[in-house]
């Protein structure tokens, strides 16, 4: 595919002819974002290879996205505001929009018609026909919006950072419908909603405690819990701020990152009470289940970002720790957990180890590499 | 790189007192800039979590008043002490380097 080759100026990587004939199916492909570069690199993750660059994604510091429902296409929410829509089987963008002046993260609705942005400059989320990247519905926020995560029923969930609140906003009918839930407390830095959709967690940066928000009771309520574990006083500083896209739920219990501490929490999920705490390398940055395991994978923030670690769920012990390379972003695992792809931003290189032997398997070469993003996150609620 | 490398000879040779920094120190502390500094003001350092840190934004303001702030961060905040993990002088060419870096386009 000539188009495809042209986007692929990567001379060290093995170019899997992609033709514009043969029938190709992407279950197995992913994207992995260079941050530095504003490119994706398009990957194979049966034959462990990439298969292309794609190029003119903006400033994807801190970029995500999400998947269509048929795997084909790819919304990327890119720092500047850009949402790009990448056709994977093209190996190119297909629409793209600056929707706003500095953005965090998206969303698509559970139909998959859907897509929404959470900005921060203007504060807001904004709604976006997925087919044509067209606005259909513009809800400005009294500040930055974090933790967009989609509902059931064409719904999102979001908080806004600067005020505390939480709103859920429907957008099924006619006119979009929003609902506050409330103040969850200061600083929400990220939120997460849990796979069966019954809970929206709030992770809080401005004071101790996460938030859990039991979404299938009608009004919503709402459960401050870990309300204090340890004193402002004597917190370590955050070098990069945890993400809780990923938070594990493992074993019954929710394994969240303490804030300002180089700690694992555990909390029972049915009583919110906490269970154990694990230390751990460094200030957890993301906090991943490995499929069809006991164990969750743990990277850190700056300056000890060099380690990865694997803790088990049943003792909340640290089984594994490894030191793949330097700067170590993200984990994306194989959707039934044989493998693990591991992002080293400083060595421009994406690695991909065995989850059992935990030995390398292979290495693919990425500018600055962050988020890994395999298509089977299509199907899963939140995201 | 060699941009980086650039602004710091302009400033040294506009303003004899300037924090020196042996070349590969200051590639690291660049480095730093943009990837640490940038997961919460940008690559670009046009803003995130963190307030907008571009030469336009911080126009006029003194080095020294900044590099306090990179040292110890801003309290109450999500902007964290630096001084943990560098000196005074690394923290001043920081606050330098932020307030000559080429704006992105």
């Known amino acids: 595919m000539k188009r495809l080759l042209a986007a692929t100026a990567m001379a060290l990587l093995p170019l899997t002819a992609l033709s514009d004939t043969a029938i190709r199916a992407t279950g197995d492909l992913g994207l992995v974002i260079e941050r530095a570069s504003g490119s994706l690199v398009l990957v194979d993750r049966s034959d462990r290879a990439a298969l292309a660059r794609i190029e003119g994604l903006g400033d994807l510091s801190h970029a995500s996205m999400t998947y269509s429902p048929d795997e084909r296409f790819a919304y990327v929410f890119a720092r500047d505001g850009g949402l790009s829509k990448v056709d994977l089987l093209a190996g190119e963008v297909v629409a793209r929009t600056v929707q706003a002046g500095n953005s965090i993260g998206g969303a698509i609705s559970d139909d998959g018609r859907l897509v929404a942005v959470s900005n921060y400059t203007p504060g807001g989320v904004r709604v976006f026909d997925a087919d044509t990247l067209e606005l259909v519905a513009d809800v400005p926020m009294a500040g930055k919006t974090i933790g967009l995560a989609d509902l059931p029923g064409r719904r999102f969930a979001w908080a806004v950072w600067d005020t505390g609140e939480v709103f859920i906003g429907d957008f099924s009918g006619a006119e979009p419908a929003i609902t506050s839930l409330g103040v969850a407390g200061a600083n929400p830095f990220d939120a997460v909603v849990t796979e069966d959709a019954s809970t929206y967690l709030v992770g809080l940066f401005g004071e101790k405690g996460v938030v859990a928000i039991d979404l299938w009771a009608d009004p919503p309520v709402t459960t401050k819990f870990l309300k204090d574990y340890g004193k402002v006083e004597d917190d370590m500083p955050v070098y990069k701020m945890p993400h809780l896209q990923g938070w594990a739920f493992s074993e019954g219990q929710f394994v969240l990152p303490a804030v300002g501490r180089h700690e694992l929490l555990w909390v029972d999920r049915a009583t919110l009470q906490e269970t154990g705490r694990t230390p751990v390398h460094g200030q957890p940055v993301f906090i991943i289940a490995q499929p069809a395991s006991p164990y969750v994978w743990v990277n850190y923030a700056t300056p000890l970002n060099g380690v990865v670690q694997v803790v088990d769920s049943r003792t909340h012990d640290v089984v594994k720790t490894l030191e793949p390379g330097r700067a170590m972003l993200h984990m994306e695992f194989a959707p039934r957990g044989a493998e693990v792809w591991m992002s080293s931003r400083d060595d421009n290189k994406v690695l991909i180890y065995d989850t059992r032997t935990f030995e390398k398997l292979a290495e693919i070469d990425a500018t600055a590499p962050s988020g890994i993003f395999f298509t089977a996150r299509a199907h899963q609620p939140g995201l | ?105």
């Open chain 2, 1 to 105: 790189m060699r941009k980086a490398a650039l602004c710091l000879c302009l400033l040294l040779g506009a303003a004899p007192v300037r924090a020196e920094m042996p070349a590969p120190r200051a590639a690291e502390l660049e480095h730093m800039v943009i990837q640490d500094c940038g997961s919460c003001h940008g690559l670009t350092m046009k803003g995130g979590l963190g307030s907008p840190l571009t030469r336009d934004v911080l126009d006029g303001a003194p080095p020294e008043a900044l590099a306090s702030i990179i040292l110890d961060g801003v309290p109450g905040t999500a902007m964290p002490p630096w001084r943990p993990l560098l000196t005074e002088a690394e923290a001043l060419w920081i606050a330098q380097y932020l307030l000559t870096m080429e704006p992105a386009r």
